[in-house]
T-cell receptor, first 116, second 111 residues
Framework: ETGVTQTPRHLVMGMTNKKSLKCEQH?????MYWYKQSAKKPLELMFV???????ENNSVPSRFSPECPNSSHLFLHLHTLQPEDSALYLC???????????????FGPGTRLLVL | GQNIDQPTEMTATEGAIVQINCTYQ??????LFWYQQHAGEAPTFLSY????GLEEKGRFSSFLSRSKGYSYLLLKELQMKDSASYLC????????????FGKGTKLSVKP
């Protein structure tokens, strides 16, 4: 238990569906992250929020839409996804975002997404 | 571009020592992390190096050479539960740069 929770843990959706992934951290951290983990590929950083402001958007397609209403909650809204978007989506948080050990990231258990 | 290389798989025997290497080429360097990830689970933090040298934490140690763009994770007295993927990640690009992960090294510990 790392103090970062994600729901749902598993999700199956069609290409025309709209769904949302939720992440919550109970660590009092200021930065939150979304990652995509596909088989045999490195973790890919998607979005970074620092103090609720989006700091990084790594050329992620617009069918993925993040939302960070406060420092403890992070959402990833999904719409019109493609089968190649099937992956494990991991949320993480860190105390700060600034290139030191305080940026050690703590990961949630992930949402296993399957797009049919 | 940014690049991290680690071996894809390694096998070792229970009780032995194993060294997992990581080399990186990045535009800037601001720290290197090692994470452990068991199958189907989230990555968990193992170590952080920003200065050259060896950091020891119990059975795990991590080494960094910034001039060589090289790090290793050393696991001693291997246990079956150490079977997992080990991810090397580099923070680059200045104080608010990105974090890039390697593909991970899958370690199998055999009796």
């Amino acid at each position: 238990e790392t103090g970062v929770t994600q729901t749902p843990r598993h999700l199956v959706m069609g290409m025309t569906n709209k769904k949302s992934l939720k992440c919550e951290q109970h660590l009092g951290h200021n930065a939150m992250y979304w990652y995509k983990q596909s088989a045999k590929k490195p973790l890919e950083l998607m979005f970074v929020y620092n103090f609720k402001e989006q700091t990084e958007n790594n050329s992620v397609p617009s069918r993925f839409s993040p939302e960070c209403p406060n420092s403890s909650h992070l959402f990833l809204h999904l719409h019109t996804l493609q089968p190649e978007d099937s992956a494990l989506y991991l949320c993480a948080s860190s105390q700060d975002y600034g290139g030191s050990q305080s940026e050690t990231q703590y990961f949630g258990p992930g949402t296993r997404l399957l797009v049919l | 571009g940014q690049n991290i290389d680690q071996p894809t798989e390694m096998t070792a025997t229970e009780g032995a020592i194993v060294q997992i290497n990581c080399t990186y080429q990045t535009s800037g360097f601001n720290g290197l992390f090692w994470y452990q990830q068991h199958a189907g689970e989230a990555p968990t933090f193992l170590s952080y190096n920003v200065l050259d040298g060896l950091e020891e934490k119990g059975r795990f140690s991590s080494f960094l050479s910034r001039s060589k763009g090289y790090s290793y994770l050393l696991l001693k007295e291997l246990q079956m539960k150490d079977s997992a993927s080990y991810l090397c990640a580099v923070k680059y690009g200045g104080s608010q740069g990105n974090l890039i992960f390697g593909k991970g090294t899958k370690l199998s510990v055999k009796p």
